[in-house]
């Protein structure tokens, strides 16, 4: 799915328009100052409007197939590509159709086509399977987990220069962890629901479900925000567990920018809240952090500075995830929780097998 949204993306409509336009033969219209008109509101940004405006014109001159190529690029633009498909299927029954347009038109319609798949059902899904240790001991563990996702057909909705897509979704979680010098065995399993909403530039996602572990069960809620500006990107989230000793709750804020064509510097910020009404305490954990991340062929890296502000402590977070195949990534990670103590070294280290199928 990724990959035919990252080839669609690439491929942009306005691109094939170019192509398409300039070999065929298009009569000399009285429409003309009209579609330059409604190729500008395109350009401004206003592709609702220019969409409006295009559909009337083509009302009135029902056989011009540049004008339906034109509104098959829009709403492709609007995240519609049932009704681009429409268009190019309609200007491909014309027979007297130029043999480049016919085979550049028929290019586009395959990359319509793939898009309205991502309109209908979709479950993915991944199973991960770890091990780790602490500084503590008897803190070595294997771990076993996975998430199954289903996201429902979407609708969208059109404001004056945007349009919206929402999509519900279903999240599934699971995992178990065992501790070899231990006897217990925590496990948690987790069912959530909700819906995000995406324009071209920004995301929300709401869920809200039941999680049930070992020792607690409750409502778990999430609300996800990003947003891309440019070379910036702005991240927020915050997780509320009410659960049946009282509730925690984290947050966080990101700001990262682009740094080269690989890499990405970020600010955050963290805060873990916990209520346990049982024995009346409370306590709030916050910390602030500097990082960078970057993406190569078949390699990502993350290395994080994190200042405590709670507890003055100064840490490192060290992550390198490898994609041994299309289908499998193997992550080391290494936190090194306080760099001012050296003995003892606080630390906590993993490694896991993740499989995407």
């Known amino acids: 799915m990724n990959k035919r949204l990252l080839l669609f993306k690439r491929l942009r409509p306005a691109l094939w328009l170019i192509l398409l336009l300039p070999v065929m033969a298009i009569a000399e219209t009285d429409w003309s100052e009209e579609l330059t008109a409604i190729q500008q509101l395109q350009a401004d940004g206003n592709v609702v409007q220019a969409v409006i405006d295009l559909e009337a014109l083509h009302s009135q001159n029902p056989t011009a197939a540049r004008l339906k190529l034109e509104l098959a690029v829009l709403y492709l633009q609007l995240n519609q590509p049932d009704t681009a498909e429409r268009y190019l299927a309609d200007v491909l029954t014309d027979p007297d159709l130029p043999v480049r347009v016919r085979i550049n038109t028929q290019v586009l319609l395959i990359q319509a086509q793939e898009a309205q798949t991502v309109s209908d059902y979709?479950?993915?899904?991944?199973?991960?399977?770890?091990?780790?240790?602490?500084?503590?001991?008897?803190?070595?563990?294997?771990?076993?987990?996975?998430?199954?996702?289903?996201?429902?057909?979407?609708?969208?909705?059109?404001?004056?220069?945007?349009?919206?897509?929402?999509?519900?979704?279903?999240?599934?979680?699971?995992?178990?962890?065992?501790?070899?010098?231990?006897?217990?065995?925590?496990?948690?399993?987790?069912?959530?629901?909700?819906?995000?909403?995406?324009?071209?530039?920004?995301?929300?996602?709401?869920?809200?479900?039941?999680?049930?572990?070992?020792?607690?069960?409750?409502?778990l809620g999430r609300v996800a925000f990003a947003q891309s500006m440019g070379a910036f990107r702005v991240r927020l989230a915050h997780d509320q567990f009410w659960h049946d000793q009282g509730l925690e709750s984290d947050s966080r804020a990101a700001l990262s920018a682009a740094v080269g064509t690989r890499s990405r510097a970020s600010l955050f910020w963290e805060s873990e809240h916990r209520r346990l009404d049982a024995n009346a305490t409370t306590t709030t954990d916050h910390d602030l952090g500097v990082g960078i991340s970057s993406d190569f062929a078949a390699w990502e890296t993350e290395f994080n500075l994190v200042q405590s502000l709670t507890r003055d402590q100064l840490g490192l977070e060290n992550r390198i995830i490898w994609q041994l195949a299309p289908d499998w990534r193997l992550r080391l990670r290494v936190d090194l929780t306080d760099l001012t103590e050296t003995d003892p070294l606080s630390y906590a280290a993993s490694i896991s097998l993740r499989w995407t199928p």
Do not use: C
């Open 122 to 219: 979709q479950f993915s899904s991944y199973l991960e399977l770890s091990a780790g240790q602490t500084d503590q001991a008897n803190s070595g563990y294997a771990q076993v987990g996975g998430q199954g996702q289903l996201l429902l057909p979407k609708t969208v909705f059109y404001s004056t220069r945007q349009s919206y897509t929402v999509r519900p979704l279903i999240q599934m979680t699971a995992l178990s962890r065992h501790y070899p010098g231990r006897t217990d065995s925590p496990w948690l399993g987790r069912l959530e629901g909700g819906f995000s909403v995406r324009n071209p530039n920004a995301i929300v996602q709401l869920t809200l479900g039941l999680q049930h572990d070992d020792t607690l069960d409750g409502w």
